[in-house]
Nanobody, 119 residues
């Protein structure tokens, strides 16, 4: 069974940094895509970034481009989200998710980790 476990959230001041981690297990992810999403209170969940396991190709939402970096460690089945220059509007629960090869939607989600940025 696929499991995604996020960690690394917390409280940080505006301008600070956090690094989120996602431990993935239960499947061979080599052809899949991993994504980070977030959901702020009262708002819909939104896409943040994604990376393909095989090539490492990345894609970012405009709101985080230049500030966030997604990466993966294939040997450890880990995906990371380095978040720099954090803003109060980055406050949200951050979720890791996997989209299977050729799937049109994300198939499994983690439980989320809270990120709070104070002004």
């Amino acid at each position: 069974q696929v499991q995604l476990v996020e960690s690394g959230g917390g409280l940080v001041q505006a301008g600070g940094s956090l690094k989120l981690s996602c431990a993935a297990s239960g499947r061979t992810f080599s052809s899949d895509t991993m994504g980070w999403f977030r959901q702020a209170p009262g708002k819909e969940r939104e896409f943040v970034a994604r990376i393909t396991w095989s090539s490492g190709t990345t894609y970012y939402a405009d709101s985080v481009k230049g500030r966030f970096t997604i990466s993966r460690d294939n040997a450890k089945n880990m995906v990371y989200l380095q978040m720099n220059s954090l803003k109060p509007e980055d406050t949200a629960v951050y979720y890791c998710a996997v989209r299977y090869y050729r799937s049109s939607s994300y198939n499994y989600w983690g439980q989320g980790t809270q990120v709070t940025v104070s002004s």
